[in-house]
């Protein structure tokens, strides 16, 4: 089953990826990507869940969210989602057997510089596969809900996106990464898978990840800081095999909600 790390400490900023079953492309049509953004849109209304970004792609998906107060609300919000997203495509493909490959990775990200690149990182995922060459061009993702105003089913959360980054309203919000992004298109013109934000259990300054490694307790002993590419990441040792941030197997979806 599927389930979610047994510690997301209230505060931080998640970045989840979550992959089909053997990456399989079981998100291809666009059906299957709408109805997982729907049940994305359900778990910010039934538990708060506060989203800052996400793109679906054909095999995996992309999430930022901030686990504030409850650190349920994120573990509730990806059985939800996971799961009903695996038992419809099951029911309506008359399938068995798993949708997701393994349990979501988790990755916390500092606020400021590394928060904007990891958003650029997200945003960018279906340019670095060569999909379209902006991600204006797909709808499936947080950059084309922001520059397309809506009046219903809105899954980011624009008031904590205002008060993380002081914005004054939407419309600066639309500018400011429409201005981001055409500036990482113009200076990194083949934008490059980085295991960095989808392997690490942190992306940050030192000084975070010291902090990250002391709030995950006894955990933090598997654990090390490695400095690179202008920044640092806390990695998994090897030996730290079954730790909370570990894999299990695929997961086709609860028995009841």
Excluded at 8 to 28: A, D, V
Excluded at 86 to 114: C, M, P, S, V
Excluded at 194 to 214: I, P
């Amino acid at each position: 089953m599927a389930r979610a790390n047994r510690y997301f400490i209230p505060g931080y900023i998640w970045h989840l990826t979550h992959r089909c079953h053997k990456k399989e492309f079981l998100l291809k049509f666009d059906k299957d990507k709408k109805n997982w953004m729907s049940w994305l849109f359900e778990a910010k209304k039934r538990y708060g869940l506060s989203i800052l970004n996400y793109v679906v792609t054909s095999n995996h998906v992309h999430l930022l969210v901030l686990c504030e107060k409850d650190q349920n609300v994120v573990s509730k919000s990806m059985q939800l989602i996971a799961g009903r997203t695996a038992q419809e495509y099951n029911l309506r493909k008359n399938r068995r057997g798993a949708f997701w490959q393994d349990r979501y990775h988790a990755t916390a990200i500092e606020y400021g510089t590394h928060l904007i690149q990891c958003m650029i990182y997200i945003d960018l995922n279906m340019v670095r596969a060569g999909v379209v060459s902006h991600p204006a061009e797909w709808p499936f993702g947080g950059f084309y809900e922001i520059q397309n105003e809506r009046k219903k089913f809105n899954r980011i959360d624009r008031k904590r996106l205002m008060k993380i980054f002081g914005y004054v309203g939407e419309m600066e919000i639309r500018e400011n990464r429409k201005n981001v992004i055409d500036e990482a298109l113009r200076t990194e013109r083949h934008p490059q898978r980085d295991y960095m934000w989808t392997e690490s259990v942190g992306v940050g300054s030192s000084r975070f990840l010291e902090q990250l490694k002391e709030r995950l307790g006894i955990k933090s002993g598997m654990r090390r800081v490695v400095e690179g590419r202008g920044t640092h990441e806390l990695k998994k040792e090897l030996a730290a095999s079954n730790d909370v941030f570990d894999t299990q197997k695929g997961y086709s979806g609860p028995k009841k909600e």
